[in-house]
């Protein structure tokens, strides 16, 4: 898939403004963002459903606007929340979807793929939240597609559907689908992608593998705020002034830093001098969730 320049307006509202990236074929791509950063108008584009207002797009070697048909024969798209007919069973949802499809993978098949043999017989209506979203992805699989959008997959999913959900992603990826993700869950990308896009107000703001989106930004020290002392009292360091988090007298403070082992030593000698503990110092790698966050606030910051 090659993006390149795309603009996609609303009347005078223009929700992308140049975004440009590839997936190659094979590869899990996630594309993640501020609610509203425009990632469902990019994914409507390159799903065939719009056509751009500016820029070019290519999807498995074909316009997927004007070769709509041919496009969407070979991608397979999990929405949001599919409607079902409550009172069908899961056999028969996929059966019945299967008729809309040339060439559809069998039933039994695509069932035992997504986890949901054991409920083929259960009304749909009676389907767990992750249970129904196991069928949204069987429905996206049905035609066997060589490249699959997942539009936040596991929404609404316990921490353990969550889990198996993953599993089932990298299964499909491992078996040589090509994967485009959204999600907000930062976890999920860190888990699953290849590559990440972070997309803020219309643009990409960063993009590359989970290291190389992570390289440069430091790590993070974090302490509660020791008694006797609130949360001005606390040392501003090369890097800048912590942030806190809980409630008053349970703060804790978290530093943002570039270099670890100095910032350390600086909190260390500012504590003996004042003769306090730092009891349950954390340090860790920034997070994807971080580096979202920080550009989410530069945004927030530059209006
Ligand atoms: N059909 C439409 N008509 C007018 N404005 C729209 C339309 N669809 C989306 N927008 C606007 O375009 C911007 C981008 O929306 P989009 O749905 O692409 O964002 P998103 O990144 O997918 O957000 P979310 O994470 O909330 O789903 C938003 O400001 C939205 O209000």
């Known amino acids: 898939m090659e993006v390149q320049e795309l603009h996609q307006s609303y009347g005078d509202y223009t929700a992308v403004r140049g975004v440009s990236f590839t997936v190659a074929r094979g590869e899990l791509f996630a594309l ?59 056999r028969e949802t996929v059966d019945s979807w299967r008729g809309f499809i040339t060439g559809a993978r069998r039933t039994a098949e695509v069932l035992e793929q997504v986890d949901l043999a ?84 219309g643009r990409i703001a960063a993009t590359g593998t989970v290291a190389e989106v992570l390289s440069g930004r430091g790590s993070r020290i974090s302490f509660p705020v020791p008694h006797r002392l609130h949360p001005a009292d606390l040392p501003e360091l090369p890097d800048g002034r912590p942030v806190f988090d809980g409630a008053p007298g349970h703060q804790t403070a978290a530093y943002a830093v570039e270099r670890t082992a100095p910032a350390l030593a600086a909190l260390h000698r500012w504590a003996a001098d004042l003769g306090v503990e730092l009891d349950g110092i954390e340090v860790r790698s920034a997070s994807l969730e971080d580096v979202f966050l920080e550009l989410a606030h530069e945004k927030a910051s530059h209006r």
């Open 118 to 201: 054991g409920r083929a017989g259960t009304r749909v209506g009676q389907l767990s939240g992750g249970e129904r979203r196991r069928l949204d992805l069987a429905l996206a699989v049905l035609n066997g597609p060589e490249l699959l959008f997942l539009d936040e997959p596991t929404t609404g999913m316990d921490p353990e559907a969550r889990r198996n959900t993953w599993r089932l992603v990298k299964e499909l990826r491992a078996a040589g689908t090509t994967v485009v993700l959204t999600t907000h869950y930062l976890e999920e990308a860190q888990q699953l992608a290849d590559r990440v896009a972070i997309m803020t107000e």
């Open 32 to 90: 993640l963002g501020t609610n509203g950063a425009g990632k469902t108008t990019t994914l409507e584009v390159v799903e065939g459903y719009r056509a751009p207002t500016s820029g070019q797009v290519r999807v498995l070697g074909l316009d997927p606007y004007r070769d709509g048909p041919a496009v969407r024969r070979r991608i397979g798209v999990m929405l949001q929340e599919g409607g079902f007919f409550n009172e069908l069973t899961v």
